[in-house]
Nanobody, 121 residues
Framework: QVQLVESGGGSAQAGGSLKLSCAASGNIFATCRMGWYRQAPGKERELVSNIKSDSTTTYADSVKGRFTISQDNSKNTVYLEMSSLKTEDTAVYYC???????????????WGQGTQVTVSS
């Protein structure tokens, strides 16, 4: 069974910083991609950023230049450093991972439980 455990959420002032972490555990053979989505009240879940196993990154336009994603492949962990936070960054942030559990299997998609990020003015 795969688990994605998130940490680092909380509250910050506008202009401040927070760092999220997500560690994948279980019988993981390979990681295809890990990343973060967020969902604000009344809005659909959206991609924030992801990173492939070859370190290729993707960012939503709204966070480019402010958020940085990174990974530690040896720990199956992905990080999201958020700076210059805005009130509109307030949301539940969900870790997402595409993982292969056995040799020869394609990667499957997994969600974390979510962590609240609240940015106040």
């Amino acid at each position: 069974q795969v688990q994605l455990v998130e940490s680092g959420g909380g509250s910050a002032q506008a202009g401040g910083s927070l760092k999220l972490s997500c560690a994948a555990s279980g019988n993981i053979f390979a990681t295809c991609r890990m990343g973060w989505y967020r969902q604000a009240p009344g809005k659909e879940r959206e991609l924030v950023s992801n990173i492939k196993s070859d370190s290729t990154t993707t960012y939503a336009d709204s966070v480019k230049g402010r958020f940085t994603i990174s990974q530690d492949n040896s720990k199956n962990t992905v990080y999201l450093e958020m700076s210059s936070l805005k009130t509109e960054d307030t949301a539940v942030y969900y870790c997402a991972a595409e993982l292969a559990l056995y040799v020869g299997l394609l990667c499957s998609f997994y969600w974390g439980q979510g962590t609240q990020v609240t940015v106040s003015s």
